[in-house]
């Protein structure tokens, strides 16, 4: 089965200092990637998701970026943090084919912006 | 606006007491999905139904499907501590790409009094 890595698990960083966060995932070949965001006792906003490397969509406009520059590796970055930024970020993968497969998650970056 | 939304948003039982969670959703699908968070952690996926089933058991938990009153339930019975979590329902979306992603719901908050 797959397992997700997140580092860092905490992270807090000055308003309009760069971020990188990391995600990688053992256990599959050529997965689904996503980035999520979660506000406080909310659901889950999809950022970002990939279906190969050098594939990225967005789904919303924002101040953060994404790259996948091994099959399974998945960067969340941003050139200049906001306040708005701030929130848990999860990775989650999923094995690509059929409509019932599951997403599984990492235990996620809480990103506090000060 | 989110394609799941859960009720209650929170909700605090005795453990051995049954919770039941609900989930409404707005357009046709061809599943859902059901997963639990606990505390600053990543999801985990419980379980999923079909648009064609209309009940599942899985241990504990059971889900049903009302595809004619676009909702969905979560019943986990002889509830326990450890069940305390919070709880989304997930179905898929098309996005703009023609790719599919999971849309979550705001979720339910249990807590499981010992």
């Known amino acids: 089965s797959q397992t997700i890595h997140q580092w860092p698990a905490t992270l807090v960083q000055p308003v309009g200092s760069p971020l990188s966060l990391e995600c990688t995932v053992e256990g599959t070949s050529n997965p689904n990637l996503y980035w999520y965001r979660q506000a406080a006792g909310r659901g889950l906003q999809l950022l970002f998701y990939?279906?190969?490397?050098?594939?990225i969509s967005s789904e919303v406009p924002q101040n953060l970026s994404a790259s996948r520059p091994q099959d399974r590796q998945f960067i969340l970055s941003s050139k200049k943090l906001l306040l708005s930024d701030s929130g848990f970020y999860l990775c989650?993968?999923?094995?690509?084919?059929?409509?019932?497969?599951?997403?599984?998650f990492g235990d996620g970056t809480r990103l506090s912006i000060l | 606006s989110q394609q799941g939304e859960e009720d209650p948003q929170a909700l605090s039982i005795q453990e051995g007491e049954n919770a039941t969670m609900n989930c409404s959703y707005k357009t046709s699908i061809n599943n859902l999905q059901w997963y639990r968070q606990n505390s600053g952690r990543g999801l985990v996926h419980l379980i999923l139904?079909?648009?064609?089933?209309r009940e599942k058991h899985s241990g504990r938990l059971r889900v049903t499907l009302d595809t004619s009153k676009k909702s969905s339930s979560l019943l986990i019975t002889a509830s326990r501590a450890a069940d305390t979590a919070s709880y989304f329902c997930a179905t898929v979306r098309s996005m703009d790409t023609g790719r599919r992603a999971l849309t979550f719901g705001s979720g339910t908050r249990l807590q499981v009094q010992p």
């Open positions: 139904i079909r648009s064609n089933e």
């Open positions: 990939s279906v190969g490397i050098g594939q």
């Open positions: 989650a993968c999923r094995v690509p084919g059929g409509v019932g497969q599951p997403q599984h």
